[in-house]
């Protein structure tokens, strides 16, 4: 694998998200395993794929610029 591996403490110097966010709120809701973050050899530990968190934070960013919130629930692309 060419991409930077991290672990979830690396992760959250990186991101500035605490350690316990990113294991409770955003591992299997906004990152999801086997795209964001492995287990390698089938165990415990989980590393995480910086080159897949980077690139995805940045689209997510870059779509949620161009979305307006309607009170009916929708979102307008503008």
Known sequence: ???ELLTTEELSGRIKYD???IRERLKDSVL??????IRPFGGRKI???W???SRDMALASASAKTAIPMANG???HG
């Not at 999801?32 to 973050?37: A, P, Q, S």
């Open 32 to 37: 999801i395993e086997g795209i964001h973050y």
């Open 51 to 53: 080159s897949a968190i």
């Open 1 to 3: 694998m060419d991409s």
């Open 47 to 49: 590393l995480y794929i």
């Open 74 to 76: 929708g979102v307008l």
């Open 19 to 21: 350690v316990r966010t």
